[in-house]
């Protein structure tokens, strides 16, 4: 796994896209991987049923297959140990989806709970 450094996915966001993506900003996106997975690409977390991958932290339920959770979706058609490599292109394919498919960030409970609605020009100032 590898931390990210802030400026880095900075870039990696702005030249994939996600300034204006589904309404926000390169700093909404930077404020929910900050709270999702502190820029960690081997990040995970175990929620009992299923299982939260990779620095978006995508849920297995219905983004991934681990091989684990019953009934998952895969509606990314990916391997989720494939979210927890360094090469985060995959991931940042399936976290588009994932904001398309809801019309912005509100899947994510660390944008909901620490970001919207907030001033975050900290996250990508001096990048």
């Known amino acids: 796994g590898r931390i990210i450094p802030r400026c880095e996915m900075v870039k990696i966001l702005r030249r994939?896209?996600?300034?204006?993506?589904?309404?926000?900003?390169?700093?909404?996106?930077?404020?929910?991987?900050?709270?999702?997975s502190n820029?960690?690409?081997?990040?995970?977390?175990?929620?009992?049923p299923s299982r939260d991958y990779g620095i978006f932290q995508i849920n297995s339920k219905y983004w991934c297959n681990d091989g684990r959770t019953s009934g998952s979706k895969n509606a990314c058609n990916i391997s989720c140990s494939?979210?927890?490599?360094?090469?985060?292109?995959?991931?940042?394919?399936?976290?588009k989806k994932i904001a398309r498919e809801a019309r912005g960030l509100t899947p994510w409970y660390g944008w909901k709970n620490h970001c919207r609605g907030r001033?975050?020009?900290?996250?990508?100032?001096?990048c």
């Open 119 to 126: 001033d975050l020009s900290s996250y990508v100032r001096g």
């Open 39 to 48: 820029y960690n690409t081997k990040a995970y977390n175990n929620n009992g």
């Open 16 to 36: 994939n896209g996600f300034e204006g993506f589904e309404g926000k900003t390169v700093a909404d996106w930077m404020c929910l991987v900050k709270y999702e």
């Open 82 to 95: 494939k979210l927890q490599d360094d090469n985060i292109e995959d991931d940042i394919r399936c976290a």
